[in-house]
């Protein structure tokens, strides 16, 4: 599996597009966190991305911090690094930050 990547607001609009159809996940990931680093690392080891069991999308905040406002504002999920969202039909089902992060009770949500 690999990442669907959010680099500008038409990436933000294909996703929410997406959503509607099925849920999305977005990982936003400092790149300059270690705490970051070890749960994205965590979360690409789960059978929810390596067997391709929802699209993921996957926010830089380093180099994106405008998107990555523009999620929290439209989403109404205040921002934190590392954070996994999952939105489903434009609404958020699940919003955990650090080391709550868990791919498991992603995967175990019904959708």
């Not at 996940?25 to 059978?47: D, G, N, Y």
């Not at 999308?57 to 405008?66: E, N």
Request: hydrophobic share 40%.
């Amino acid at each position: 599996m690999s990442w669907n990547l959010i680099s500008n607001s038409a990436d933000w609009s294909e996703f929410m597009n997406a959503s509607e159809q099925n849920p999305q996940v977005i990982f936003k990931h400092s790149t300059r966190c270690s705490i970051s680093s070890m749960v994205l690392s965590r979360f690409e080891q789960s059978s929810l991305f390596k067997q391709n069991r929802l699209t993921c999308w996957y926010l830089d905040l380093i180099q994106h911090r405008d998107i990555s406002n523009m999620v929290a504002e439209q989403t109404g999920v205040a921002h934190q690094s590392p954070q996994c969202i999952v939105i489903h039909k434009g609404n958020v089902i699940y919003a955990e930050s650090h080391g709550a992060i868990d791919a498991n009770t992603i995967e175990l949500m019904s959708f």
